[in-house]
């Protein structure tokens, strides 16, 4: 899933900032590209099964406990 696809799915720019406790302002600040960091909060906090976080992350093998959290849900 590419991340503004990400972002719509999950509610919009408000949403997402409202699920992160950041200001609308900040996700609009990132563009076309979610931060690592951010990724990984989304994909633990929603449950919504938008994505895993590999799905949503270039990086193979980062945060070995989120990768594995996240394939149990699947």
């Known amino acids: 899933m590419i991340h503004k ?43 919504k099964g938008a994505s895993t976080f590999n799905d949503l992350s270039a990086v193979e093998n980062i945060w070995p406990e989120l990768k594995a959290a996240t394939n149990e849900r699947t």
């Open 5 to 47: 696809d990400l972002i719509a799915f999950l509610g919009g720019q408000t949403a997402v900032a409202n699920i992160l406790g950041i200001s609308p302002q900040a996700v609009y600040k990132w563009g076309d590209e979610i931060p690592r960091a951010r990724l990984a909060e989304l994909a633990i906090a929603t449950g």
